[in-house]
């Protein structure tokens, strides 16, 4: 079952709105500014939900031999084993699998850095989950929650990166994020507009700008611009880019928490070296900055969401930067929100 047709399975299921913001586009010289704007995604403030609800019915639709992977068929595969989805997170993801775990009845263990927002920790517990602090990175959070999954043979490990030999339920969280991107193509077709000139996309470990990449250079070469953003203090798409090769880096706090991230999925990174435009890095400060405007514009967007426009101002307030990307004054920006400020409050003091 193709993913979308899962999700409209699901609850609540409705497509996302896509905000036009003629203020951001008189700003940036652009004919039109497009912001998707996951603040509601089925029950949660992230469109994390997407990728973790499609890819444990995979797996556990694979594990128990189901003919039709559908929410009622997983919740009957799970009634009276002692299933358990382990995932490690920066705030986001992990409710997303807890969630997940509640609504098929299954237990949920989620492992986390300690720098995610209390708030994003009081979530997780809230979903039913238990929540493990791992003292260290996010990557020191996969490791434990890979390794405890290991040795559970109950274990559906739901994690949204990959690695050697870990590479179906990433695969399958990226095939998720795929919705997405579909309702945004009938949104632009019912405004009367083909695919846009300038697409945004933030990265953590890089699976949801997989799935944006590979949708949008699977319409062709003529696709438009395809533009990355991390956070300065997590870039390891930025070092990896300018090194020719994956590689781990450093991260330190940043309010941008659903992105800091050290290291990109295996799977992802020849998709996005190979497809994407442009990596740029934002800074805490740009990132409040743009939350704080997409709100004074009918927008709810976290710091995540928000470091779109952030890039985009840096970007497009570059005249070279602009003449190498190739847009035009008429061209149609979208901004993919990945979150909304529930999902990740700015610190206060911060805009």
């Not at 399975?9 to 004919?31: I, N, Q, S, W």
């Not at 791992?134 to 559906?156: F, I, L, Q």
């Amino acid at each position: 079952m193709p993913a979308i047709d899962f999700h409209r399975t699901l609850p609540g299921y409705a497509p996302t709105p896509l905000r036009d913001v003629p203020r951001l586009a008189a700003e940036l010289g652009v004919g039109r500014v497009l912001v998707k704007e996951e603040s509601s995604r089925l029950g949660l403030p992230a469109f994390k939900i997407l990728g973790a609800s499609y890819a444990t019915a995979r797996a556990l639709g694979e594990r128990f031999g189901l003919s039709a992977v559908t929410l009622g068929a997983v919740r009957d595969a799970v009634r009276g084993r002692a299933v358990r989805l382990y995932a490690a997170t920066d705030g986001n993801h992990g409710r997303a699998v807890a969630h997940v775990a509640a609504m098929i009845g299954a237990a949920a263990t989620i492992y986390y850095p300690p720098g995610i927002t209390v708030a994003a920790k009081k979530a997780i517990g809230a979903e039913g989950a238990q929540a493990v602090e791992v003292d260290g990175t996010y990557d020191d959070a996969v490791a434990r929650a890979a390794a405890e999954a290991a040795v559970d043979p109950e274990a559906v490990l739901v994690q949204d990166t990959s690695w050697p030999g870990y590479t179906d339920v990433p695969r399958w969280i990226v095939d998720g994020y795929s919705t997405l991107c579909l309702e945004t193509d009938d949104q632009l077709a019912a405004l009367g507009l083909a695919a846009p000139d300038l697409v945004v996309v933030p990265v953590g470990v890089g699976s949801f700008a997989q799935a944006v990449v590979s949708h949008y250079r699977g319409k062709g070469a003529d696709g438009g611009a395809l533009l990355a953003v991390e956070p300065d203090r997590a870039a390891g798409l930025v070092a990896s880019l300018r090194a020719g090769r994956p590689v781990t880096v450093p991260t330190g706090d940043t309010i941008m928490t659903g992105l800091n991230c050290g290291t990109v999925s295996a799977l992802a990174w020849p998709v996005l070296r190979d497809g994407l435009d442009g990596a740029v890095t934002v800074s805490d400060d740009q990132a409040a900055a743009a939350v704080d405007d997409l709100a004074r514009f009918g927008v709810d967007s976290g710091p995540c969401g928000a470091a779109t426009l952030a890039a985009a101002r840096l970007v497009l307030g570059q005249p070279g930067w602009r003449a190498a990307i190739g847009l035009r004054p008429d061209a149609v920006v979208l901004l993919l929100s990945t979150e909304g400020r529930a999902a990740n409050p700015v610190p206060e003091g911060r805009v």
